[in-house]
């Protein structure tokens, strides 16, 4: 009897030696964002809108060229936000779907150009925003990134991602 657990101490020890439980797991790698491109300035006529709220009079619309699924899991998108009262805003912004968070890459400016952010932090999406229910609805449906742009596409397009509905 004592053989025998002498032969299965040796065993495990063996097999984990005498490290500490999860000293065999590997490390979590870090996650390390590819750099943005800045995409073509959005034009009115390729604009697919998307439903925000009832509350919101305001119009929002993604450029669907400019919306790309990088290696790093995040969603770039150009947006374009038009109020009751002819004001445009636009921008360029990314959505990490593993962290639910945005960051704003760049603004449009009248000329149709670029500004680059001077914030470069992500920040956690709010709740109430459109970048939410992008995140809820088409970009990362049940907190999942979409595997293409051409699904992201599709999904604006169907009024939602089909996992969502």
């Known amino acids: 009897m004592v053989a025998g657990l002498l032969m299965s101490t040796m065993a495990y020890g063996q097999f984990f030696g005498d490290k500490k439980y999860g000293e ?6 870090v996650w390390v964002e ?3 491109t800045l995409p073509a300035f959005p034009k ?5 809108d998307f439903y925000v709220s009832a509350a919101s009079d305001n119009k929002y619309y ?3 060229q400019s919306l790309s699924v990088a290696s790093d899991g995040v ?3 150009a947006s374009v936000v038009k109020t009751p009262s002819g004001a445009v805003n636009v921008s360029f912004e990314g959505i990490r779907c593993t962290t639910k ?3 704003l890459y760049a603004f449009g400016r009248a000329d149709g150009t670029w500004g680059k952010s001077r914030n470069d932090r992500w920040l956690p999406v709010r709740p109430g925003t459109y970048q939410a229910i992008l995140f809820k ?3 990362c449906p049940r907190g999942v990134v979409i595997f293409t742009a051409n ?7 169907q009024g939602g991602h089909p996992l969502v509905k």
């Open 24 to 29: 065999y797991y590997e490390e979590e790698k």
């Open 34 to 36: 590819t750099e943005a």
């Open 44 to 48: 009115a006529d390729s604009l697919v």
């Open 62 to 64: 993604i450029a669907p």
């Open 75 to 77: 969603v770039r998108y």
């Open 101 to 103: 968070e945005v960051r």
């Open 137 to 139: 609805e088409y970009f």
């Open 151 to 157: 699904e992201g596409v599709s999904a604006l397009k």
